[in-house]
């Protein structure tokens, strides 16, 4: 039970890891983002963060399930997946909020869906619980994707 819990923990900890890189970059994201044109469908600014801390620990438990299942070598394609849309997901900010392009965000975020459908997929053969987890975070990320769209397209001399 004690290794379960420690494990765990730092698989928390390690997406965690990943969740802050995002947001150093985006050091500005508040008042940039509150200067936008968003769509009325947009969700308020105070919603972002609720929802991504939940989404990551969802995410740390999914790859904590197929890690135990297999190991790192026993799930390597998995967890690389893994690996590269947590990659994917702190790269956004940085095409977003600091590098301020529009269209290299589209591409980044849509870029973030299709590794993070992936993900789910390879998760779910592995452990249908842990693509199950997956699910809200390729929800979340289909409305970012279609956001990041929607708000470029508004703002086309901000992005």
Same mark, same amino acid.
């Given at each position: 039970?004690?290794?379960?819990?420690?494990?765990?923990?730092?698989?928390?900890?390690?997406?965690?890891?990943?969740?802050?890189?995002?947001?150093?970059?985006?050091?500005?994201?508040?008042?940039?983002?509150?200067?936008?044109?968003?769509?009325?469908?947009?969700?308020?600014?105070?919603?972002?963060?609720?929802?991504?801390?939940?989404?990551?620990?969802?995410?740390?438990?999914?790859?904590?399930?197929? @890690?135990?299942?297999?190991? &790192?070598?026993?799930?390597? +394609?998995? =967890?690389?997946?893994?690996? #590269?849309?947590? $990659? *994917?997901?702190?790269? @956004?900010?940085?095409?977003? &909020?600091?590098?301020?392009? +529009?269209? =290299?965000?589209?591409?980044? #975020?849509?870029? $973030? *869906?299709?590794?993070?459908?992936?993900?789910?997929?390879?998760?779910?053969?592995?452990?249908?619980?842990?693509?199950?987890?997956?699910?809200?975070?390729?929800?979340?990320?289909?409305?970012?994707?279609?956001?990041?769209?929607?708000?470029?397209?508004?703002?086309?001399?901000?992005?």
């Amino acid at each position: 039970m004690t290794n379960s819990v420690l494990s765990l923990s730092l698989w928390i900890l390690g997406t965690c890891l990943a969740a802050i890189s995002g947001a150093v970059t985006a050091k500005s994201a508040q008042s940039f983002y509150g200067m936008m044109q968003k769509p009325v469908w947009a969700p308020p600014p105070w919603l972002f963060g609720p929802a991504w801390s939940v989404l990551y620990i969802l995410m740390a438990i999914a790859a904590w399930r197929v @890690w135990r299942l297999g190991g &790192f070598s026993g799930a390597q +394609g998995e =967890l690389t997946l893994y690996a #590269v849309q947590l $990659l *994917l997901n702190a790269a @956004w900010s940085w095409f977003f &909020f600091v590098k301020r392009s +529009g269209i =290299l965000s589209t591409i980044e #975020v849509s870029m $973030l *869906l299709s590794s993070v459908v992936a993900t789910m997929v390879a998760f779910w053969l592995r452990d249908t619980v842990a693509g199950l987890l997956f699910v809200p975070y390729a929800a979340w990320v289909s409305f970012a994707t279609a956001l990041t769209v929607s708000v470029w397209k508004r703002n086309p001399t901000l992005l």
